[in-house]
């Protein structure tokens, strides 16, 4: 049984310890928002805030998250998130949208530590989320203006 926290809530999982957290959250909680890509910690699809920081929840197991916080895109809701989620609609930046909860998450947790990332900061930040429409101009554009 590992003991979590996810978008707030107190949650006990019962099942293998080896499964990763991605498997947990889409399956065993049926929370879809986070997306499977590669499932090898390549692409940043699933990507997810533990304890504050952005992780690919496919390539973490249940037993590294006990006692840690979870945050999936159902569940956040600070001023970081929603700057970003207005810029994102602001500059249309989805295309197909496969990989933009990942991208949002990803791009949440570089605002909540740097308010103001410069362009190379930005894509050190989001080098590991990789999205075949090429939206990256748009995503950059997009950091900035939830910056401001
Ligand atoms: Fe986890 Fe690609 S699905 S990094």
């Given at each position: 049984m590992i003991s979590l926290t996810i978008?707030?809530k107190a949650q006990q999982i019962n099942v293998?310890p080896?499964?990763?957290l991605?498997?947990v959250?889409?399956?065993e909680l049926?929370?879809?928002?986070?997306?499977?890509?590669?499932?090898?910690?390549?692409?940043?699809?699933?990507?997810?805030?533990?304890?504050?920081?952005?992780?690919?929840?496919?390539?973490?197991?249940l037993s590294a998250a006990q006692g840690a916080n979870i945050?999936?895109?159902?569940?956040?809701?600070?001023?970081?998130?929603?700057?970003?989620?207005?810029?994102?609609?602001?500059?249309?930046?989805?295309?197909?949208?496969?990989?933009?909860?990942?991208?949002?998450?990803?791009?949440?947790?570089?605002?909540?530590?740097?308010?103001?990332?410069?362009?190379?900061?930005?894509?050190?930040?989001?080098?590991?989320?990789?999205?075949?429409?090429?939206?990256?101009?748009?995503?950059?554009?997009?950091?900035?203006?939830?910056?401001?």
């Amino acid at each position: 049984m590992i003991s979590l926290t996810i978008n707030g809530k107190a949650q006990q999982i019962n099942v293998d310890p080896d499964t990763p957290l991605l498997w947990v959250l889409r399956d065993e909680l049926k929370m879809t928002g986070t997306k499977l890509g590669c499932g090898m910690a390549m692409c940043g699809a699933c990507t997810v805030h533990m304890n504050g920081s952005a992780v690919r929840s496919c390539s973490v197991p249940l037993s590294a998250a006990q006692g840690a916080n979870i945050q999936t895109i159902e569940g956040m809701n600070s001023p970081a998130f929603q700057a970003v989620q207005q810029a994102w609609r602001n500059l249309d930046v989805v295309q197909c949208g496969y990989c933009q909860s990942g991208q949002i998450m990803s791009a949440t947790a570089l605002l909540q530590t740097n308010s103001k990332p410069t362009d190379s900061q930005i894509d050190a930040a989001m080098m590991g989320n990789l999205c075949r429409c090429a939206t990256y101009h748009r995503i950059r554009n997009a950091i900035h203006q939830a910056a401001d």
